[in-house]
């Protein structure tokens, strides 16, 4: 029996993971040439037909493909191990990372951080889960994120996090609103006023109960869950909507300026944190990713930085 490679088991795991040549090859980013190819040379060598094609329905397995199967993932996976066990002795860091993101933090958050793994930590294989702070956080208590990054006050039990970027509440409107003459404003002036605001919990009763502790009852016309509906709409004399920070850029997708004035009222303190499931210990790629974030993101969620997240 000759020598098989770990290109070829890699090549048969994705044939039988995708049930298609042509979709495993998209996958590897090779040519389905080269995939049938290394299929048959693990074929010839192992002396066993692994594979065969079912008209209208693909490529299935055949009971020895099957058993084959079983042992060449554990066979690539222990590759895995010996690779990141070899970065790690040569101070390199590697393997998996599974970022979980509040939905209207990753847009300004997450492009940054990857870039940054990308040329600092090639090793690293970066993974975005995008969620609610919820499910995030249900994720993280259940192993299958390593981190998240959400708001301080989303945090629920079982969950720590380690502040990376201070933020305040502020106030966004259309540049020709009357208030927006004003640096600061009280939110007893916004009472009649129109509101448009986040559609997503906990953002939702976080900042109604700010509101209704500060003697405010929003008049809340509308909602949405997408940051870039909320400030289109305000841009466009709609109403206003209460923010946590600021994006950057003055213009909105159409191309239209807004306005942010800070809220003169007493806010609560706030940060966006590195979070972790309680009691499990920091790894090296999770203070890597800590310490990026103070580094490059600090100062940023201040009311007059320009910098922020809804």
Request: net charge negative.
């Amino acid at each position: 029996m000759s020598e098989f490679s770990l290109r070829q088991l890699e090549y048969f795991v994705a044939v039988v993971d995708e049930e298609s040549v042509t979709d495993a090859a998209r996958r590897l980013r090779v040519s389905p040439g080269a995939v049938s190819f290394a299929m048959k040379q693990l074929e010839d060598s192992l002396q066993v037909q692994l594979t065969l094609r079912v008209p209208g329905k693909g490529v299935g397995v055949t009971p020895a493909g099957r058993w084959a199967y079983a042992h060449a993932r554990a066979v690539l996976e222990r590759a895995d191990d010996i690779r990141s066990v070899a970065l790690a002795v040569r101070g390199e860091l590697a393997g998996p990372l599974r970022v979980g993101c509040f939905t209207t933090l990753s847009p300004w958050l997450f492009p940054r951080i990857a870039a940054h793994f990308a040329r600092a930590y090639p090793g690293i294989d970066l993974q975005l889960h995008e969620g609610v702070s919820s499910e995030l956080q249900a994720l993280l208590r259940a192993g299958e994120l390593d981190v998240a990054l959400l708001y301080r006050n989303h945090l629920g039990p079982g969950v720590v996090g380690e502040p990376v970027i201070p933020v305040r509440l502020q106030l966004a409107l259309a540049p020709e609103h009357p208030l927006a003459e004003l640096d600061e404003v009280p939110l007893a002036a916004l009472e009649a006023e129109p509101a448009i605001l986040l559609g997503v919990q906990p953002a939702i009763g976080h900042v109604e109960e700010i509101l209704r502790a500060a003697g405010m009852h929003p008049n809340v016309r509308w909602r949405s869950t997408n940051v870039e509906t909320i400030r289109s709409m305000v841009a466009r004399g709609l109403g206003y909507t209460i923010i946590m920070g600021r994006p950057y850029g003055d213009r909105t997708y159409d191309g239209l300026p807004i306005v942010y004035r800070r809220i003169a009222d007493e806010m609560p303190d706030n940060a966006v944190v590195v979070a972790v499931a309680q009691g499990t210990r920091p790894t090296a790629k999770v203070s890597a990713l800590t310490e990026f974030c103070q580094r490059e993101f600090r100062g940023e969620g201040r009311v007059d930085a320009g910098t922020g997240a809804l």
